[in-house]
């Protein structure tokens, strides 16, 4: 088996284990803004560590500008990601979250002139009838997708594309990447951090509970890192597509133990939805 297989699955391990750390918050009742203060502070160390030989490379408005979009991206796509855990089931709300490539590559494609391949398009074709789907009654199922939560996954997608948009800005603009992110996330604690200190200390969870959201999103800052780590490594030694469809596996991984701790199961339109994004993710790392 090649490296980068390995290194593939092991960043679809650990973004599926943070994925699990989000639930786990939301199943418990967390408060979010313990959470992601955990998950930005211990991400942003993480990257700061990663990114310390390119910090001579750090100055100027650019990175400073990109480094905000880039957060702005990240807390509200993470922050309705949390929502959408809380009402509708794990392993639905990762694949539909995974959407936002789609916007990312409409808008290379008319800003950048990048060419949309036909896997691509297909792909994306997919996505849009998941979305579909999951919001009609399929062979005889008698309850929908609870609209709520797909106004938040629509959100989600569009702050998450913001986010990864902006990365590929930056990058088309040679800053370093790593470093945007570092910053980005400094940004996002310095954020959740002002509004613990507003509210005095003050949460309707109980202190156990917030403790818990610390330690939960710390860890989950740690771990997305490392997925994130090993998909770059990978990505450098391996095809592109192939990278890709491994690591959407965090999904199915995430379906399977929100099965296995939490008793959650799909009806049989949100099936159907789940198999479609599924097979959209594929069908664009065929590129």
Same mark, same amino acid.
């Given at each position: 088996?090649?490296?980068?297989?390995?290194?593939? %699955? +092991?960043?679809?391990?650990?973004?599926?284990?943070?994925?699990?750390?989000?639930?786990?918050? &939301?199943? =418990?009742?967390?408060?979010?803004?313990?959470?992601?203060?955990?998950?930005?502070?211990?991400? =942003?160390?993480?990257?700061?560590?990663?990114?310390?030989?390119?910090?001579?490379?750090?100055?100027? %408005?650019?990175?400073?500008? %990109?480094?905000?979009? /880039?957060?702005?991206?990240? &807390?509200?796509?993470?922050?309705?990601?949390?929502?959408?855990?809380?009402?509708?089931? !794990?392993?639905?709300?990762? #694949?539909?979250?995974? #959407?936002?490539?789609?916007?990312?590559?409409?808008?290379?494609?008319?800003?950048?002139?990048?060419?949309?391949?036909? *896997?691509?398009?297909?792909?994306?074709?997919?996505?849009? =009838? &998941?979305?579909?789907?999951?919001?009609?009654?399929?062979?005889?199922?008698?309850?929908?997708?609870?609209?709520?939560?797909?106004?938040?996954?629509? &959100?989600?997608?569009?702050?998450? !594309?913001?986010?990864? $948009?902006? +990365?590929?800005? #930056?990058?088309?603009? !040679?800053?370093?990447?790593?470093?945007?992110?570092?910053?980005?996330?400094?940004?996002?604690?310095?954020?959740?951090?002002?509004?613990?200190?507003?509210?005095? $200390?003050?949460?309707?969870?109980?202190?156990?509970?917030?403790?818990?959201?610390?330690?939960?999103? *710390?860890?989950?800052?740690? /771990?997305?890192?490392? $997925?994130?780590?090993?998909? /770059?490594?990978?990505?450098?030694?391996?095809?592109?597509?192939?990278?890709?469809?491994?690591?959407?596996?965090?999904?199915?991984?995430?379906?399977? %133990? *929100?099965?296995?701790?939490?008793?959650?199961?799909?009806?049989?339109?949100?099936?159907?939805?789940?198999? +479609?994004?599924?097979?959209?993710?594929?069908?664009?790392?065929?590129?």
């Amino acid at each position: 088996m090649e490296f980068y297989i390995i290194e593939a %699955m +092991l960043g679809a391990f650990m973004f599926g284990i943070g994925g699990m750390l989000f639930k786990l918050n &939301a199943h =418990a009742h967390g408060d979010d803004n313990y959470f992601f203060l955990g998950l930005y502070t211990v991400g =942003a160390i993480c990257f700061l560590i990663d990114g310390y030989e390119e910090l001579g490379n750090f100055g100027g %408005m650019a990175y400073y500008i %990109m480094a905000a979009i /880039v957060g702005l991206g990240s &807390a509200g796509g993470n922050y309705t990601f949390s929502q959408g855990m809380r009402l509708g089931p !794990a392993g639905l709300t990762s #694949a539909f979250a995974k #959407a936002n490539i789609v916007i990312v590559i409409l808008i290379s494609s008319l800003y950048y002139g990048e060419i949309i391949s036909l *896997s691509e398009g297909l792909g994306i074709l997919f996505f849009f =009838a &998941a979305m579909v789907v999951v919001n009609i009654k399929v062979g005889g199922s008698t309850k929908e997708t609870s609209g709520k939560w797909f106004f938040i996954l629509l &959100a989600c997608i569009l702050l998450l !594309a913001f986010r990864n $948009g902006g +990365l590929k800005v #930056a990058n088309e603009m !040679a800053l370093s990447g790593v470093l945007v992110i570092a910053f980005a996330y400094i940004y996002c604690a310095i954020y959740f951090a002002a509004i613990l200190i507003k509210k005095g $200390g003050q949460s309707k969870a109980p202190k156990e509970t917030r403790k818990k959201s610390l330690i939960y999103g *710390s860890s989950c800052g740690f /771990v997305s890192f490392g $997925g994130l780590y090993f998909y /770059v490594t990978a990505l450098k030694t391996g095809p592109g597509g192939v990278v890709v469809t491994i690591f959407s596996l965090d999904m199915f991984f995430i379906l399977i %133990m *929100s099965y296995l701790f939490f008793g959650e199961r799909l009806n049989r339109n949100q099936k159907i939805g789940f198999v +479609l994004s599924a097979m959209g993710l594929a069908l664009i790392g065929l590129k």
